[in-house]
């Protein structure tokens, strides 16, 4: 599976930001997909998830309430709704894909077998 995201750029705080994920794959209906994000200097955290059948999702605290995770299957697509950016949400995001539901502990990057290369989000304060 090849996944690639879009979307990312420069966004003022407070602002929001929508990115993509596209997936290669024709069985990305039974793929379960994770947004992660990784700032310089620090570790790669996970941001979000979403089962394949979209109903069942997960968010990091600091996602909850701002960010929404979603997908159409129809496009092979996974998004991440980024609202009320703020500097702190500056980081490489990456979204991944899972063979297997492992419920809150998709919040583990070991579970995900499939990575995009990552689009790179910036918030200006």
């Known amino acids: 599976v090849q996944l690639q995201a879009s979307g990312g750029g420069l966004a003022q705080a407070g602002e929001s930001l929508r990115l993509s994920c596209v997936a290669s794959?024709?069985?990305?209906?039974?793929?379960?997909m994770g947004w992660f994000r990784q700032a310089p200097g620090k570790e790669r955290e996970f941001v979000a998830a979403?089962?394949?059948?979209?109903?069942?999702?997960y968010y990091a605290d600091f996602a909850n309430g701002r960010f929404t995770i979603s997908r159409d299957n129809a496009k092979n697509t996974v998004y991440l709704q980024m609202n009320s950016l703020t500097p702190e949400d500056a980081a490489v995001y990456y979204c991944?894909?899972?063979?297997?539901?492992?419920?809150?502990?998709?919040?583990?990057?070991?579970?995900?077998?499939?990575w995009g290369q990552g689009t790179l989000v910036t918030v200006s304060s």
């Open positions: 979403i089962k394949s059948s979209g109903d069942s999702t």
């Open positions: 991944a894909a899972a063979d297997f539901w492992y419920g809150r502990s998709m919040m583990n990057p070991s579970y995900y077998r499939y």
């Open positions: 794959r024709r069985t990305f209906s039974s793929q379960h």
